[in-house]
């Protein structure tokens, strides 16, 4: 018994040893398979993986004034995307959703963003005539430069499988997108936006519906939004979307077609700080499946721009300035009947020991909604609403630039303050006769600023020569663009030069004429503004710019603080140039002024230069004044202009009391 036992046991063992045996060859085997048969079958299936960056984009900075009230902000937006990892690659399934994504925007009026030149009714046409937008269109498309909007609209039916079942109008809702998400280069690194700040409750419907819409998402993001729009739009400007004549030199910092940029104004000025830092989004996928995420780098929002503008005195200054225009009618007199309807004008105010912009106002004028809304509308509205003509408007200066006159004189030593010339109303000037408005006999200089008399400052034309009035003005700023942040005209000088430049006749008659800025001499607003602030500043000329500092993006933190900057010095060899300057300028402010717009009772005295001038010859003229206050301790400098009108000097005032106003608030 106990021997059977043995044999059972010993061939037990033995059936043991063969099936491990068996299990290692066959474990060989498949080792073996695996790594020399099918190694290559093996090597591919593993790389299913695919990696992929998204660009995450960064919240574009704010735009406030000088006490930090918004004047361009951002609220939270939604908006509707396609998202490359879970939109069908699949063409027809994909139309399918595109149809019913735009079938539900077109429901909550809202619009895909597109951009396809072509008409969305048939007989198809093309919208546009720029060639370069035609032809670059038929390159994409791979079309001759002979194709037609049909042929256009039938290759992206063809290329992307828009179905014959759909209607005319749905081929070319579906031709549109898909267009844009060419141009936009839709691909697994770049997500689409297919429209713009949703209603909330069109968030809810598509979150219901996502299951139908794949790959349609919702994103909420920064939406550009509008606090004031009446505070210096045109220097404001705007941002939009990069064109294709931008992307190449834009793709090069960065950009992708699908970001916003800055078009004009502070927003293009600073947009490098505006713009922000976009971060990037890592993806892994097998089989089109996405099995994992990571910021790889993390938004980094935009910085904020404080200006030097404060909101409350801009909207003075605007008011200021229109009221003027709207009741000029009721300061006329024997003198101004003659006078059209007045209708355009400019004040630019600054602050006279940093040359920063605190208010700046044009007429006529828009807001930036309506920029938005209709820029059309604009662009046919009487009277150039879109021209800023404190920096883009061109006027002859008149007698306002005899301080400039006055300062070369006295530093060249050609006068001093006590020096006489004679008026006796008319001058003989070689075989021309010149004439003043009075009779002042003998006159020197703070009286010759005082009555502004023609005579005594033809008188040091002759002796300063053309050359040396064009270099006070060029000193002064003159014929030059000022370095604002958002530009300007640098306008011209009335010399030799200019008027070869323009195929004019120069006589020597006309530097006496561009000694009382009655030449074919243009400046704007603004550089008279400087002109002012420089004669506050007894010569020291400081560059005029608008934007004060630059911020984190929420205010916590000062990036840069903007600094004076002195952009010219007048070498002052007469120590009482601007004594005497100031004082004539002084005894200009108290004549002539009723009591309604007097200057003599601020408390204060006020420095002040006005000026006609004559344009055309029908009698027409404009209204300009310069100045700063208070005269002993310059605060604010200042320059104006009524086209067409008289008296923009009642406004002074008004400036004055509004920048106390203003004044009061800081404290």
């Given at each position: 018994?106990k021997?059977k036992k043995s044999?059972?046991?010993?061939?037990?063992?033995i059936f043991?040893?063969?099936?491990i045996?068996?299990?290692?060859?066959?474990?060989t085997?498949?080792l073996?398979?695996i790594?020399?048969?099918?190694s290559q079958?093996y090597?591919e299936r593993?790389?299913?993986?695919?990696?992929?960056s998204?660009?995450?984009?960064?919240t574009?900075?704010?735009?406030?004034?000088i006490?930090?009230t918004p004047?361009?902000?951002n609220?939270i937006g939604?908006?509707?995307i396609i998202?490359p990892?879970m939109f069908?690659?699949?063409?027809?399934?994909g139309?399918?959703?595109?149809?019913?994504?735009?079938n539900?925007l077109?429901?909550i009026?809202v619009?895909?963003?597109?951009?396809?030149?072509?008409?969305?009714?048939?007989?198809y046409?093309f919208t546009?005539e720029?060639?370069?937008?035609?032809?670059?269109?038929k390159s994409k498309?791979?079309?001759?430069v002979?194709a037609?909007a049909?042929?256009c609209?039938d290759r992206?039916?063809?290329t992307?499988?828009?179905?014959?079942?759909?209607t005319?109008?749905?081929q070319r809702?579906?031709?549109?997108?898909?267009?844009e998400?060419?141009l936009?280069?839709?691909?697994?690194?770049?997500?689409?936006t297919?429209?713009?700040?949703?209603?909330?409750?069109?968030v809810t419907?598509i979150?219901?519906n996502?299951?139908?819409?794949?790959?349609?998402?919702?994103?909420?993001?920064?939406i550009?939004?509008?606090a004031?729009g009446?505070i210096?739009p045109?220097?404001?400007?705007?941002?939009g979307?990069?064109?294709a004549?931008?992307?190449?030199?834009l793709?090069e910092?960065g950009y992708?077609?699908d970001?916003?940029?800055g078009?004009?104004?502070?927003?293009?000025?600073?947009e490098?700080?505006?713009?922000?830092?976009d971060g990037v989004?890592s993806?892994?996928?097998?089989?089109?499946?996405v099995?994992s995420?990571?910021?790889?780098?993390p938004v980094?929002?935009?910085?904020?721009i404080k200006?030097?503008?404060?909101?409350t005195f801009?909207?003075?200054?605007q008011?200021?300035?229109e009221?003027f225009?709207?009741?000029?009618?009721?300061l006329?007199?024997?003198?101004t009947?003659?006078?059209?309807?007045?209708t355009?004008?400019?004040?630019?105010?600054?602050d006279?020991k940093t040359?920063?912009?605190l208010?700046?106002?044009t007429c006529p004028t828009?807001?930036l909604?309506?920029y938005d809304e209709d820029?059309e509308?604009?662009?046919?509205?009487d009277?150039?609403?879109?021209?800023?003509r404190?920096?883009?408007?061109?006027?002859?200066?008149g007698?306002s630039?005899?301080t400039?006159t006055a300062?070369?004189?006295?530093?060249?030593?050609?006068?001093?303050?006590e020096s006489?010339?004679?008026?006796?109303?008319?001058?003989?000037?070689?075989?021309v006769k010149f004439?003043?408005?009075?009779?002042?006999g003998?006159i020197?200089?703070v009286d010759?600023?005082?009555y502004s008399c023609?005579?005594?400052?033809?008188?040091?034309?002759e002796?300063?020569t053309i050359d040396?009035i064009s270099?006070?003005?060029t000193?002064?700023?003159?014929?030059q663009n000022?370095g604002?942040e958002t530009?300007?005209l640098?306008?011209?000088?009335?010399?030799?030069?200019t008027?070869?430049k323009?195929d004019?006749e120069?006589t020597v008659?006309n530097?006496?004429?561009?000694?009382?800025?009655q030449?074919n001499?243009?400046v704007?607003?603004l550089?008279?503004?400087?002109?002012?602030?420089?004669?506050?500043n007894e010569?020291?000329r400081?560059?005029?710019h608008?934007?004060d500092s630059i911020?984190?993006?929420?205010?916590e933190k000062c990036?840069?603080k903007?600094k004076?900057t002195?952009a010219?010095?007048?070498?002052v060899i007469?120590?009482s140039?601007?004594?005497?300057?100031?004082s004539?300028?002084?005894a200009?402010?108290?004549?002539n002024?009723?009591d309604?717009y007097?200057l003599s009772?601020l408390g204060?005295?006020?420095?002040?230069?006005?000026g006609?001038?004559?344009?055309?010859?029908?009698?027409?003229q404009d209204?300009f004044?310069?100045g700063y206050a208070p005269?002993?301790?310059?605060?604010?400098?200042f320059?104006g202009?009524?086209?067409?009108?008289?008296?923009?000097k009642?406004?002074?005032?008004?400036?004055l009391?509004?920048?106390?106003?203003?004044?009061?608030?800081a404290?």
């Amino acid at each position: 018994m106990k021997r059977k036992k043995s044999i059972i046991f010993y061939i037990k063992v033995i059936f043991a040893i063969l099936i491990i045996v068996c299990a290692f060859c066959l474990c060989t085997y498949r080792l073996m398979k695996i790594q020399i048969v099918n190694s290559q079958s093996y090597t591919e299936r593993a790389d299913v993986i695919y990696h992929y960056s998204q660009v995450l984009s960064a919240t574009r900075g704010e735009i406030v004034d000088i006490n930090g009230t918004p004047i361009i902000e951002n609220k939270i937006g939604y908006n509707v995307i396609i998202s490359p990892d879970m939109f069908p690659e699949n063409n027809i399934e994909g139309n399918a959703i595109l149809l019913e994504i735009c079938n539900f925007l077109e429901s909550i009026s809202v619009e895909p963003e597109e951009t396809l030149p072509i008409s969305v009714e048939q007989p198809y046409t093309f919208t546009t005539e720029d060639e370069d937008t035609l032809n670059d269109l038929k390159s994409k498309l791979k079309l001759n430069v002979y194709a037609t909007a049909e042929n256009c609209i039938d290759r992206l039916i063809d290329t992307y499988d828009i179905s014959p079942e759909y209607t005319p109008w749905q081929q070319r809702r579906i031709a549109g997108i898909r267009y844009e998400m060419m141009l936009r280069g839709f691909s697994m690194s770049n997500r689409f936006t297919l429209a713009k700040d949703i209603p909330l409750e069109a968030v809810t419907k598509i979150k219901e519906n996502n299951m139908t819409l794949q790959g349609i998402d919702i994103a909420e993001e920064g939406i550009r939004s509008i606090a004031q729009g009446d505070i210096i739009p045109h220097e404001i400007g705007s941002v939009g979307p990069i064109y294709a004549d931008e992307y190449e030199e834009l793709a090069e910092q960065g950009y992708d077609l699908d970001d916003t940029v800055g078009k004009s104004g502070i927003e293009r000025a600073m947009e490098k700080y505006l713009r922000g830092k976009d971060g990037v989004k890592s993806l892994s996928l097998i089989d089109g499946e996405v099995i994992s995420t990571k910021i790889e780098t993390p938004v980094e929002s935009g910085n904020t721009i404080k200006l030097t503008v404060d909101s409350t005195f801009q909207k003075d200054l605007q008011k200021i300035l229109e009221n003027f225009i709207k009741n000029f009618d009721s300061l006329r007199d024997s003198r101004t009947t003659k006078l059209g309807k007045v209708t355009n004008g400019a004040i630019v105010v600054l602050d006279a020991k940093t040359a920063g912009v605190l208010g700046m106002a044009t007429c006529p004028t828009y807001t930036l909604q309506e920029y938005d809304e209709d820029y059309e509308k604009l662009l046919k509205r009487d009277n150039d609403p879109l021209v800023n003509r404190a920096t883009m408007g061109l006027y002859q200066p008149g007698s306002s630039f005899k301080t400039i006159t006055a300062t070369a004189g006295m530093n060249e030593g050609i006068v001093t303050g006590e020096s006489n010339f004679y008026c006796g109303r008319d001058y003989q000037f070689k075989d021309v006769k010149f004439s003043c408005l009075g009779a002042h006999g003998d006159i020197a200089l703070v009286d010759a600023l005082k009555y502004s008399c023609n005579i005594y400052f033809y008188k040091m034309a002759e002796q300063l020569t053309i050359d040396r009035i064009s270099k006070y003005a060029t000193l002064y700023g003159l014929g030059q663009n000022t370095g604002i942040e958002t530009g300007d005209l640098a306008g011209y000088i009335a010399n030799p030069e200019t008027y070869a430049k323009n195929d004019w006749e120069w006589t020597v008659g006309n530097v006496l004429q561009a000694a009382i800025g009655q030449a074919n001499v243009a400046v704007t607003p603004l550089q008279m503004a400087v002109v002012a602030n420089t004669i506050a500043n007894e010569g020291v000329r400081y560059k005029p710019h608008l934007v004060d500092s630059i911020w984190d993006y929420n205010m916590e933190k000062c990036i840069e603080k903007i600094k004076p900057t002195v952009a010219a010095t007048i070498d002052v060899i007469n120590d009482s140039v601007y004594s005497y300057i100031e004082s004539g300028m002084i005894a200009a402010a108290n004549t002539n002024y009723p009591d309604k717009y007097s200057l003599s009772n601020l408390g204060y005295d006020v420095a002040v230069k006005t000026g006609t001038p004559q344009r055309g010859s029908n009698g027409e003229q404009d209204s300009f004044f310069i100045g700063y206050a208070p005269a002993d301790d310059p605060q604010i400098a200042f320059a104006g202009v009524i086209e067409g009108g008289e008296y923009s000097k009642y406004m002074i005032r008004d400036i004055l009391k509004a920048y106390e106003r203003y004044q009061s608030r800081a404290k």
